[in-house]
């Protein structure tokens, strides 16, 4: 496997260094991210020595285009070989890097050790987050969206038995916490929220969208025709229904804890990712699950 070390530790000027970027990334995206970090302060440090030699003379008697193209080129290495120790702006790159990542996800983020660089902060409007502190954008819009949708799953919940949380769950992995719903060509709403697919037996109306589909592990954009439907009431419906009336999916509604319910979704193929089952579990696990069900 490829080391994050490894990678900084190339000659600045080694074309294969991104090249094994894109290999770690695919086999460790937390080093890649690291990685990523590191080369950014790279970046930023040849972009300070170039502007401290820029302000100094350049036109002695042993000043020539060569020597500058030697001095830039050391810079370049220079600059790499200091981020490797860190002067710290990686590490705050790296861990907003990996927030947004488990935003993405839905997946809490680590806790931020004692003593260590503050994240960087936006502008935007912030309100508390369930523990207290100061709730990001993703958070905000992760517990708008589980607001919303709760009496819609509360009232399928009741009349089919599914547990809300899994259906509230479902719904937040596959629409991106709502961010990204399903639409249609002219930008109308699908209702749409878990991702179900306009088969042949499908009589209503339908959308047609690109989507990412895993085939032996490795994703892919592909055309698909998803379900339209009238309301969000009538997208959970539909989605009970098809988990009630689906054979394969029996063994699945048996289950009463969110790891056994996400692994069986992903045994019975409902969707293609790799780590599908994991990503819903976290979400199921999650802080903004809980507060929700709870209010």
Do not use: C
Request: proline share 3%.
């Amino acid at each position: 496997m490829i080391q994050a070390n490894n990678v900084q530790g190339r000659l600045a000027l080694d074309g294969r260094g991104l090249d094994a970027l894109r290999l770690q990334a695919k086999q460790n995206p937390d080093q890649a991210l690291k990685a990523v970090s590191q080369q950014f302060e790279s970046v930023f440090l040849h972009t300070l020595l170039k502007s401290m030699r820029d302000a100094t003379p350049q036109d002695g008697l042993m000043d020539s285009d060569q020597t500058r193209a030697y001095t830039s080129m050391l810079d370049q290495q220079m600059a790499q070989s200091l981020s490797t120790k860190g002067i710290g702006l990686g590490d705050v790159m790296f861990r907003q890097l990996m927030r947004n990542r488990a935003a993405v996800a839905g997946v809490e983020p680590p806790a931020q050790a004692t003593g260590a660089t503050a994240p960087i902060v936006t502008t935007k409007p912030v309100t508390e987050s369930i523990s207290g502190g100061v709730k990001t954008e993703a958070e905000r819009r992760g517990q708008d969206f589980l607001a919303r949708m709760k009496d819609y799953a509360v009232e399928v919940s009741n009349a089919t038995g599914i547990p809300a949380r899994f259906l509230l769950g479902q719904a937040a992995l596959e629409s991106g916490w709502g961010k990204h719903e399903i639409r249609a060509a002219d930008g109308s709403q699908s209702f749409n929220l878990f991702g179900i697919k306009a088969g042949s037996n499908w009589g209503g109306r339908s959308v047609e969208v690109m989507t990412t589909e895993y085939v032996d592990g490795a994703p892919r954009k592909v055309l698909q025709k998803f379900r339209a439907y009238a309301s969000y009431a009538e997208a959970f419906q539909d989605y009970a229904s098809l988990m009630q009336g689906n054979r394969r999916y029996a063994s699945v509604l048996k289950q009463t804890d969110s790891a056994g319910f996400a692994q069986g979704l992903q045994r019975a193929g409902y969707a293609t990712d790799p780590q599908y089952a994991e990503k819903l579990t976290s979400i199921l696990n999650g802080a903004r699950m809980r507060q929700t069900l709870i209010a």
